[in-house]
Antibody, heavy 122, light 106 residues
Framework: QVQLVQSGAEVKKPGASVKVSCKASTYTFTTYTMHWVRQAPGQRLEWMGWINAGNGYTKYSQKFQGRVTITRDTSASTAYMELSSLRSEDTAVYYC???????????????WGQGALVTVSS | DIQMTQSPSSLSASVGDRVTITCRASQSISNYLNWYQQKPGKAPNLLIYAASSLQSGVPSRFSGSGSGTDFTLTISSLQPEDFATYYCQQTYSTPTFGQGTKLEIK
C-alpha cells in the first residue's frame, strides 16, 4: 500500500539545522503534493509547508518562512524538509504527509509518515 | 489564519456509547474540513474528508457532518480501539488544526 518512510530521530544544538527525509513508495510520486506538519510535546498539529512533487513549487507557513526549505528528489521519490536556526521550541515530531486533492480544490493528508523526533538541546 | 476550536478537549465514555465531537471554524470554510485519529506514539490517520466522506477502510461507525463554520464527528458505538485523540483540520486556506479531543475510557 501507499507508504511514507521517514528518516530517524535527530539531536541538534541550538542554532544548527536539521534535514528530515520522507521516502514515498507504491504511488507515482510526482502526481501528488507532500506536506510537512510538526507536533511539539502536548501541542496541536502545526502545518509547515508543502511541495508540488511534480514541478517543485513550494509554499511555506508564514511562521517558518525564511527558516524552512522543502525540496524533493524525483529519482528517489523522496521529499526533504530542512529547518535552520534551531531553538529549543523546535523540539517536536516532524511528519510528512501526502496531499490528496479533489477536483474542487479541497484536499486532505493521506497517508502520513511515521514521524521523526527532532530534539534541540545544548 | 483560520482558527479551529474543538469541544470538548477531553471526553470519557464507555464501549458502546455514541460520541459526538464538535469543531468550529473562525470563519466559513464550506466543506473543507477533515478529521484524523491519532493514537499515542503514532502518526495521525485520516477518518473523514470533505466534512462527510468516509475514508476507505474506516469503519462505518464513524461519520461526519456540517458545513460553513460548524462540524461534527460522530462515533455511533464506541469500540475499544477508538480510544485516541481526534483532530479536525481545515484546508480552505493555510491548513490549521483543532487542539484535539482526547477520548478516554470511562
Amino acid at each position: 500500500q501507499v507508504q511514507l518512510v521517514q528518516s530517524g530521530a535527530e539531536v541538534k544544538k541550538p542554532g544548527a539545522s536539521v534535514k528530515v527525509s520522507c521516502k514515498a513508495s507504491t504511488y507515482t510520486f510526482t502526481t501528488y503534493t507532500m506536506h510537512w506538519v510538526r507536533q511539539a510535546p502536548g501541542q496541536r498539529l502545526e502545518w509547515m509547508g508543502w511541495i508540488n512533487a511534480g514541478n517543485g513549487y513550494t509554499k511555506y507557513s508564514q511562521k517558518f518562512q525564511g527558516r524552512v526549505t522543502i525540496t524533493r528528489d524525483t529519482s528517489a521519490s523522496t521529499a526533504y524538509m530542512e529547518l535552520s536556526s534551531l531553538r529549543s521550541e523546535d523540539t517536536a515530531v516532524y511528519y510528512c504527509a501526502r496531499g490528496v486533492i479533489a477536483a474542487g480544490g479541497n484536499f486532505w493528508f493521506d497517508p502520513w509518515g511515521q514521524g521523526a523526533l527532532v530534539t534541540v538541546s545544548s | 489564519d483560520i482558527q479551529m476550536t474543538q469541544s470538548p478537549s477531553s471526553l470519557s465514555a464507555s464501549v458502546g456509547d455514541r460520541v459526538t465531537i464538535t469543531c468550529r471554524a473562525s470563519q466559513s470554510i464550506s466543506n473543507y474540513l477533515n478529521w484524523y485519529q491519532q493514537k499515542p506514539g503514532k502518526a495521525p490517520n485520516l477518518l473523514i474528508y470533505a466534512a462527510s466522506s468516509l475514508q476507505s477502510g474506516v469503519p462505518s461507525r464513524f461519520s461526519g457532518s456540517g458545513s460553513g463554520t460548524d462540524f461534527t464527528l460522530t462515533i455511533s458505538s464506541l469500540q475499544p480501539e477508538d480510544f485516541a485523540t481526534y483532530y479536525c483540520q481545515q484546508t480552505y486556506s493555510t491548513p490549521t488544526f483543532g487542539q484535539g479531543t482526547k477520548l478516554e475510557i470511562k
